[in-house]
């Protein structure tokens, strides 16, 4: 296996609509680098952002693939070097900068994750991405502890399901947000403890209801940023991940100042290789054990063929979703 090998890729080429901008090529196979390992993809999970980079509204980080693809699981193909604990044949899920929409990707090893026994391809390549971005957001910089109460927006995304399942997991309570009212049904059928339906119902009041939120998780942005702030208890803190709605917002900051609070917000691709070994490592420490248990895990909507990320775009986009959709090579 060489890197002048190829092999089939999606490409963006063309308009920004998803059946006319996502295209089954062939590309040249990546070769592990010093460091790296090479996977032959057996899944990969889809994310928002790969729909935003086909947009061009997400330019990759340098360095990285520029194809779409930030999470697989598979099968250890290739070792860069020694030193590393992964061997050829190893079950492995993994964090990537780019290029998951393929049938290998080449990942910093440390970046990789054993896939927990009893768990498939499918559920396993929607984990990294998600688990991560939850720690990472709610745990680390929401600092939220058991009794304590989470507010999550877009409650049947893939972040939004994994959100539920840790914060319950952990000891917290969950409001959670979703837009009609079978999704807010789903929320509480995945373990929310209070479900707004955001259509009809007014989440500001809810939270307020139920005695106010520690940690709000915001993938909305500028429509919801002010009613956050105003959902938080003193001392609470706002997470921000994703702008759907727009990235710009007017704030009360006499609010914010009055009632103490903490503004926060991170995106995860761009973070420093480091700093992901970093999540990588405390999350197989802290959170797998609850998947192996069979407590937090993945919820999958559907599987597309490779070949038909398009439509898995397309359903995404529609938003009727729930869970993680997945491409299998």
């Given at each position: 296996?060489?890197?002048?090998?190829?092999?089939?890729?999606?490409?963006?080429?063309?308009?920004?609509?998803?059946?006319?901008?996502?295209?089954?090529?062939?590309?040249?196979?990546?070769?592990?680098?010093?460091?790296?390992?090479?996977?032959?993809?057996?899944?990969?999970?889809?994310?928002?952002?790969?729909?935003?980079?086909?947009?061009g509204l997400y330019v990759p980080p340098a360095g990285t693939p520029t194809t779409l693809g930030l999470e697989v699981a598979g099968e250890v193909a290739q070792v860069g070097s020694a030193g590393t604990r992964w061997?050829?044949?190893?079950?492995?899920?993994?964090?990537?900068g780019g290029g998951g929409y393929a049938e290998f990707a080449a990942v910093d090893a440390r970046h990789v994750l054993p896939i927990p026994a009893g768990l498939d391809f499918i559920h396993a390549a929607g984990l990294?991405?998600?688990?991560?971005?939850?720690?990472?957001?709610?745990?680390?910089?929401?600092?939220?502890?058991?009794?304590?109460?989470?507010?999550?927006?877009?409650?049947?995304?893939?972040?939004?399901?994994?959100?539920?399942?840790?914060?319950?997991?952990?000891?917290?309570?969950?409001?959670?947000?979703?837009?009609?009212?079978?999704?807010?049904?789903?929320?509480?059928?995945?373990?929310?403890?209070?479900?707004?339906?955001?259509?009809?119902?007014?989440?500001?009041?809810?939270?307020?209801?139920?005695?106010?939120?520690?940690?709000?998780?915001?993938?909305?942005?500028?429509?919801?940023?002010?009613?956050?702030?105003?959902?938080?208890?003193?001392?609470?803190?706002?997470?921000?991940?994703?702008?759907?709605?727009?990235?710009?917002?007017?704030?009360?900051?006499?609010?914010?100042?009055?009632?103490?609070?903490?503004?926060?917000?991170?995106?995860?691709?761009?973070?420093?290789?480091?700093e992901k070994a970093r999540l990588t490592a405390v999350v197989e420490a802290t959170v797998w054990p609850w998947i192996e248990a069979g407590m937090v895990g993945t919820v999958i909507d559907r599987a597309f063929p490779?070949?038909?990320?398009?439509?898995?775009?397309?359903?995404?986009?529609?938003?009727?979703?729930?869970?993680?959709?997945?491409?299998?090579?």
């Open positions: 296996m060489s890197s002048s090998s190829s092999m089939n890729a999606i490409i963006v080429e063309g308009g920004k609509g998803p059946a006319g901008a996502l295209k089954l090529a062939s590309i040249a196979m990546p070769g592990p680098a010093e460091g790296e390992i090479l996977i032959r993809v057996r899944a990969a999970g889809v994310n928002r952002s790969d729909i935003l980079q086909r947009e061997r050829v044949g190893d079950r492995v899920a993994a964090l990537l990294p991405e998600t688990i991560i971005t939850v720690f990472a957001n709610v745990f680390e910089s929401g600092r939220l502890e058991a009794g304590q109460t989470l507010l999550v927006h877009g409650a049947t995304s893939g972040v939004g399901v994994t959100a539920i399942a840790m914060a319950k997991w952990a000891g917290a309570r969950v409001i959670a947000t979703a837009r009609g009212a079978g999704k807010a049904a789903s929320a509480l059928a995945l373990g929310a403890d209070r479900a707004v339906d955001a259509t009809t119902e007014d989440f500001v009041e809810v939270a307020k209801a139920e005695g106010g939120a520690d940690v709000v998780l915001d993938m909305v942005g500028a429509s919801y940023a002010q009613r956050d702030i105003e959902a938080l208890k003193p001392g609470g803190r706002l997470v921000m991940i994703a702008t759907q709605a727009g990235p710009l917002a007017e704030l009360n900051l006499l609010m914010i100042m009055l009632k103490r609070l903490t503004v926060t917000g991170s995106t995860l691709r761009s973070r420093p290789a480091d490779l070949a038909d990320a398009a439509a898995a775009h397309a359903r995404m986009e529609k938003g009727s979703h729930i869970g993680k959709l997945v491409l299998v090579p």
